[in-house]
């Protein structure tokens, strides 16, 4: 009785699955797309972390240069830090953009790939 019903579970995943394409289909392009939009927001979130490890190494050689007196060094270092924080601060700012047209492009994938998979099922 078990193997019976095995084939039977067998022939419509069969069946179901020849005429699911389209709902196979829009379900890898998702995937597809939240690949690229987690690659996208890694690489947008990595350079964000670099750029405010510049920022701490530079406020790092500013605090030093100011304890061995050197005032020119140490402002020019806090210069730097400055400029280099404002830039991990935009970084920042595009890393939430990234991310958030990530999770958009994937919303709607997701969203085709379920219509999909309802018309699929409707026709059968």
Same mark, same amino acid.
């Given at each position: ?9 067998? *022939? ?15 379900? %890898?392009?998702?995937? *597809? ?9 890694? +690489? $947008? $979130?990595?350079?964000? *972390? ?11 050689? +500013? ?5 061995? !007196? =050197? ?7 806090? !210069? ?6 404002? %830039? ?8 939430? =953009?990234?991310?958030?047209? !990530?999770?958009?492009?994937?919303? =709607?994938?997701?969203?085709? *790939?379920?219509? +999909? %998979?309802?018309?699929?099922?409707? !026709?059968?």
């Amino acid at each position: 009785m078990q193997f019976k019903q095995i084939l039977i579970a067998a *022939a419509l995943a069969t069946a179901l699955g020849a005429c699911s394409d389209n709902a196979q289909q829009a379900a %890898a392009d998702a995937a *597809a797309k939240a690949k690229v939009a987690a690659e996208a927001t890694k +690489a $947008a $979130a990595e350079k964000t *972390a670099q750029q405010a490890k510049d920022a701490a190494a530079s406020a790092q050689q +500013a605090a030093d240069q100011a304890k061995s !007196g =050197d005032m020119t060094g140490a402002a020019a270092s806090a !210069g730097a830090a400055a400029e280099s924080g404002k %830039a991990a601060t935009t970084s920042a700012a595009e890393t939430a =953009d990234t991310a958030k047209q !990530g999770a958009a492009d994937v919303k =709607d994938a997701a969203t085709k *790939a379920d219509e +999909a %998979a309802k018309k699929d099922a409707s !026709g059968h």
